[in-house]
């Protein structure tokens, strides 16, 4: 397909290659190339990225201070540009194939020092570099809402413990053992304190080595200040071998995994919450900000964000597996293939963070109905592994101790009795003595431990 001359100019100047070539590039098949809409959230990284290349080629002494003080001026109007959002409207008005192309693009125009900015430097040195800079902002993001999370759960868990909340704790779904509702929370605040400690890793990862220098794929012959950029965006140390540093996507990969398992554990708290939102089980009501009616049944209240959550949680794990699945037969430099990893592993993180802030905002209404859940803590014959654990320490076999209690259970089952007319949920609770338990000691020593941890988790970056 031919294209106007006028067009085809203009495609040269937006994209950043053309010289060997006689045709015009299909539009079509550059907009089908084109990742500008999943990397426009890198613009500001690439401006750091862009900004650092700048030092490097000052200190190699490739340009002159003046030219580099105009990339720099040049640098930061589009900064503001991009966080006004003009920029936006500039990069999606044009024939970009991605931000990178773009931001160039943009530098260009407002100087003539612009036409100096990519020397010594490829997209893939911008884009490793870029998505590592990404990885660091998003997992001290992901570090600060989990984190959050666990000390929001904290709290609860300390008020639950003064009142003294029994439940039936469940296997199976199905009635188990009495714990206190402290004790879960407690759970819930181990699993997110994790997956705090799993972003704080990315950041770590994401600010060892910087990429930045090492061009296509072998490095450059222009003596670049790889040491000054590298110290300019807060890496550790240039990268050891360029080859690897453009061609790898492992931290982004870690960064969305991280997110999917972030949400898989608010997921795994919101099918509990869901079912306890219930009338049948009555132990939680979620608070009306966060509820949703019906368009039809009037009486509806569903707990809508806790469903989503669920299911962002499948979907992004299909969409992890997708990413990770796009570097299978890759050889060890660059392909474009990777353009669809970056794109994968953003939407997760993207997606992964925005599901995380909604898990935190729905907890954060969510009442618990203390009587309710006391009151049928014993329901289910819950009891009944006390009771064979005090047969066994007054000396009877483990084995003779289940089989007696079962019988009882029958029994009582049979005759729609208690198993024992004293011994309750919370008694049940108060017998247990190991550390790690639900007793009430037990569960204060361990959110005690946790508030001590949470409190040495401070912003990252
Ligand atoms: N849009 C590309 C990406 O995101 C940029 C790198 C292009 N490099 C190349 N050699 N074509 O992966």
């Not at 030092?55 to 006004?84: D, H, Y």
């Not at 890496?235 to 360029?242: E, K, L, T, V």
């Amino acid at each position: 397909m031919l294209l106007p001359l006028s067009a085809a100019l203009r495609m040269s100047k937006e994209l950043q290659w053309g010289g060997r070539f006689k045709e015009a590039p299909d539009p079509e098949l550059i907009a089908f190339g084109s990742s500008l809409d999943e990397d426009l959230v890198l613009a500001p990284f690439d401006v750091a990225c862009s900004q650092a290349h700048v030092a490097a080629l000052l200190g190699g002494r490739i340009l002159e201070p003046s030219q580099a003080k105009e990339l720099n001026e040049a640098l930061e109007t589009v900064a503001r540009e991009i966080a006004t959002g003009t920029f936006a409207a500039f990069a999606r008005g044009g024939t970009f194939e991605d931000v990178h192309g773009a931001i160039d693009a943009r530098v260009r125009e407002i100087t003539h020092a612009g036409e100096s900015l990519h020397a010594g430097r490829s997209r893939n040195d911008q884009v490793a570099t870029t998505l590592l800079l990404y990885a660091r902002d998003r997992a001290a993001r992901g570090r600060a809402i989990s984190a959050g999370i666990a000390r929001a759960a904290l709290v609860r868990a300390r008020e639950e413990l003064a009142a003294r909340t029994v439940l039936a704790g469940t296997t199976h779904w199905q009635p188990a053992q009495p714990i206190l509702l402290a004790f879960w929370l407690g759970a819930m605040a181990e699993m997110f304190a994790r997956g705090a400690r799993r972003f704080a890793r990315v950041f770590e990862d994401a600010a060892r080595f910087c990429p930045l220098g090492s061009g296509a794929l072998s490095g450059s012959s222009l003596p670049l200040d790889r040491d000054a950029a590298a110290s300019a965006l807060g890496f550790g140390a240039p990268s050891r071998n360029a080859m690897d540093a453009i061609g790898t996507r492992d931290i982004a990969l870690d960064l969305a995994h991280a997110c999917v398992r972030a949400v898989v554990d608010a997921s795994r708290a919101s099918e509990e919450f869901v079912i306890w939102c219930t009338p049948a089980f009555g132990y939680a009501r979620l608070g009306d900000s966060a509820s949703t009616g019906s368009s039809l049944m009037p009486q509806k209240r569903n707990p809508d964000p806790f469903e989503l959550v669920r299911s962002q949680a499948a979907a992004l794990n299909g969409t992890y597996a997708g990413a990770v699945g796009t570097t299978a037969g890759i050889a060890l430099s660059y392909h474009r293939d990777l353009q669809t990893t970056k794109a994968l592993a953003i939407g997760v993180v993207e997606k992964g963070l925005a599901s995380l802030r909604a898990f935190a905002r729905a907890f954060d209404v969510l009442a618990f109905d203390r009587e309710r859940m006391s009151a049928i803590a014993g329901d289910g014959y819950t009891v009944a592994t006390d009771l064979a654990d005090e047969l066994i320490a007054g000396g009877a076999s483990a084995r003779d101790a289940h089989a007696s209690i079962g019988r009882a259970v029958a029994e009582a089952e049979a005759g729609g009795k208690l198993l024992h007319p004293t011994f309750d949920a919370e008694a049940s609770v108060r017998a247990k003595k190991t550390a790690g338990s639900t007793s009430p000691a037990a569960v204060a020593a361990a959110l005690d431990s946790l508030e001590t941890e949470l409190a040495t988790f401070g912003d990252l970056g």
